[in-house]
């Protein structure tokens, strides 16, 4: 429950920031599920073993928004950062 908890308040942190820009809800919902995907890619390449990552919020949104060059962006971060 915490780990469903510390991505939903960061997902209505940006809803309320697009929704004050008065952009569409289209594009908010668009980019909520690219998070969520981004999530499940990083949950899936760990569950493998490919790369060791600690799921967070940012790094969720690089392959959330990038997509699959997101996901070689934060294998590399986490191979030679973390």
């Keep these: 429950m915490l780990y469903v908890t510390s991505y939903l308040i960061p997902a209505f942190i940006v809803v309320m920031i697009l929704k004050s ?3 569409s809800l289209k594009i908010i919902i668009r980019v909520i599920i690219n998070l969520i995907l981004g999530a499940l890619i990083l949950v899936g390449l760990s569950s493998l073993g490919i790369i060791t990552v600690s799921l967070t919020w940012w ?3 690089i392959v ?3 997509g699959v060059p997101g996901a070689i962006i934060v294998a590399i971060i986490s191979f030679f950062i973390l």
């Design 59 to 61: 790094m969720t949104a």
């Design 21 to 23: 820009l008065s952009i």
């Design 64 to 66: 959330g928004i990038l």
